[in-house]
């Protein structure tokens, strides 16, 4: 226990005032300069050749007459009570090790500032050596929220899910956290992550912390049961009070939607306030899409178009002139459908042919004349073409077998080849074609 008693007294002795602004980047070498040297570099030769029990005296000299000589003598500290604590079998003698390396981060930050860095190493390396002690739980969820309060969205990366495990250590070992304290803190974690994520322009690492951000969801889902009724009763309320409350509401609609909650109109009404301040196009899709379902039209037709002003790819402008074009053909608008679908298959969307084709067979019966067989038939030709124009053989194969029969153009002295109108809303030139 003696050097956890030593390093103790030199904190003490030291004091801990964290008010420093120098950044110990400059040597400052004490009056006995010659001794500090004599100290600094013995320690440091010990370092290099891994004798980290005998490093001890003449580093804790450094810390007592020249605490503040170079930001070196602490990354040094480090590198002897860690290398220390991970060789150590004894878990006393081992804690007194992590417990001086404790010190060693609050010395630097007390000398040195360096805060932002070193409060993040601390909460890093307190995890490390103490995850397992339900008893360092709640000392550990204080260093973590120190060191977030601190860095923010520029705290290590890997320090997000050890801060979102604490959280977790902490519901399970102590029970102090209330659900909604716990969606709060993943919440903060997350909209951090998210502005790393906005702010990383390298491919690999904005797919390291997309991952981080799966893993942090993955805790909070072991950690509480999110189903429908409790994120209603924790959120809803506070949604109801002040539907301009855009974080209440961004937090329900993405945990509903996770929790596949979708069907709760809260899940819907929360969306559309966070779009008023927060336009986004999956948003905009998933709020049309469910309008859709409920049978809103009319919510839905808003939304989707909002979607395709947003829309930055030529992909998702077309699914949505699709989703569009489905809307008015259910409303019987099928000349303004086809405009829609055609749109959408400028853009590369080729499906959209399909539904057209399925317009134009469906409107056998509406634009039949009764007159001809070929030219009421004609429209399956026209049919045809669309599924053509999709690459769809198994709605071409259907479509061809309700062509006109070559009797039946025969005996209305036609021949395959012949160009034929088909009237009604189609309103297209096609070629004559006999099904067999």
């Known amino acids: 226990m003696k050097t956890k008693n030593t390093l103790v007294a030199i904190a003490l002795f030291l004091g801990f005032a964290f008010s420093a602004s120098a950044q110990c980047k400059e040597w400052k070498w004490p009056e006995d300069k010659s001794t500090a040297e004599e100290k600094y570099v013995l320690h440091n030769d010990l370092i290099k050749n891994n004798q980290y029990a005998q490093a001890i005296a003449p580093h804790q000299w450094l810390l007592i007459n020249a605490p503040d000589l170079q930001s070196a003598i602490y990354i040094n500290g480090e590198k002897i009570y860690s290398s220390l604590a991970d060789a150590e079998k004894d878990a006393v003698k081992k804690s007194v090790y992590v417990d001086s390396l404790m010190i060693i981060y609050d010395l630097r930050?007390?000398?040195?500032?360096?805060?932002?860095?070193v409060s993040d190493r601390k909460a890093l390396m307190a995890f490390k050596y103490n995850y397992k002690d339900r008893t360092k739980a709640e000392w550990l969820l204080e260093l973590f929220e120190k060191s977030f309060e601190i860095n923010g969205s520029e705290m290590m990366d890997v320090n997000f899910k050890y801060y979102m495990t604490t959280i977790q250590l902490n519901k399970f070992y102590n029970k102090t956290l209330t659900e909604e304290q716990i969606l709060e803190?993943?919440?903060?974690?997350?909209n951090a992550l998210d502005e790393k994520l906005s702010n990383e322009s390298d491919p690999k690492k904005a797919k390291k912390i997309r991952a981080l951000k799966d893993d942090v969801d993955d805790i909070l889902t072991k950690t509480i049961d999110l189903n429908c009724d409790k994120v209603k009763t924790i959120m809803g309320p506070k949604f109801e009070a002040n539907p301009e409350d855009t974080d209440t509401a961004e937090k329900i609609f993405a945990w509903m939607l996770k929790g596949k909650c979708t069907d709760e109109p809260l899940w819907l009404e929360s969306g559309k306030a966070v779009f008023k301040v927060k336009p986004d196009y999956g948003l905009a899709k998933n709020i049309a899409l469910k309008s859709k379902s409920n049978d809103d039209n009319e919510s839905a037709k808003y939304y989707f178009q909002e979607a395709l002003k947003i829309a930055q790819t030529n992909e998702d402008k077309g699914e949505t002139l699709i989703n569009l074009g489905h809307i008015e053909r259910e409303a019987g608008r099928k000349v303004d459908a086809r405009v829609l679908y055609r749109q959408a298959a400028d853009l590369g969307a080729s499906d959209a042919?399909?539904?057209?084709?399925?317009?134009?067979?469906?409107?056998?019966?509406?634009?039949?004349?009764?007159?001809?067989?070929?030219?009421?038939?004609a429209v399956f030709i026209a049919a045809y073409k669309m599924f053509q124009l999709a690459g769809n053989a198994k709605q071409m194969a259907e479509a061809k077998k309700q062509f006109p029969s070559v009797s039946e153009i025969f005996?209305?002295?036609?021949?395959e080849g012949d160009p034929i109108r088909v009237g009604c809303w189609i309103n297209e030139a096609v070629t004559l074609q006999a099904r067999d």
Not at 109 to 117: A, F, L, N
Request: proline share 0%; hydrophobic share 20%; glycine share 6%.
């Open 353 to 377: 042919y399909t539904y057209i084709g399925y317009m134009y067979m469906q409107s056998f019966e509406i634009c039949a004349q009764k007159v001809s067989k070929v030219e009421d038939r």
């Open 185 to 190: 803190k993943y919440d903060k974690i997350q």
């Open 109 to 117: 930050m007390q000398y040195c500032g360096e805060e932002g860095y």
């Open 411 to 415: 005996e209305e002295t036609k021949k």
